[in-house]
Nanobody, 125 residues
């Protein structure tokens, strides 16, 4: 498994922007599709976005389409989630995850083997 560490969370006003990062170590980063999930209080963990191993394919949950952008820098072993036009309902703990499987695009947590510890994103109204 690959080890993942998120950073960059924080408090931002509605309409603002924030970028969270996910640093990977331990295995070959380019062997993994990278995903972002989030979990709000008293809610289940939900898929946000995923990027393929090559970076050519990206998939997003409908509520974040057009506002969030997932990317990766294999030279830095890091994945990113840029979040624009943030809304209070985006408030959650954001987790990055790595998948070695070809089914990563489904956005199912069970397809991801490695998880970070999460970073809190709070959007104030």
């Amino acid at each position: 498994q690959v080890q993942l560490v998120e950073s960059g969370g924080g408090l931002v006003q509605a309409g603002g922007s924030l970028t969270v990062s996910c640093a990977a170590s331990g295995r070959t980063f380019s062997d993994y599709a990278m995903g972002w999930f989030r979990q709000a209080p008293e809610k289940e963990r939900e898929f946000v976005a995923v990027i393929s191993r090559s970076g050519a394919l990206r998939y997003y949950q409908e509520p974040v389409k057009g506002r969030f952008t997932i990317s990766r820098d294999d030279a830095k072993n890091t994945a990113y989630l840029q979040m624009n036009s943030l809304k209070p309902e985006d408030t959650a703990v954001y987790y990055c995850a790595a998948s070695p499987r070809g089914t990563y695009y489904r956005g199912k947590p069970s397809d991801f083997d490695s998880w970070g510890q999460g970073t809190q994103v709070t959007v104030s109204s």
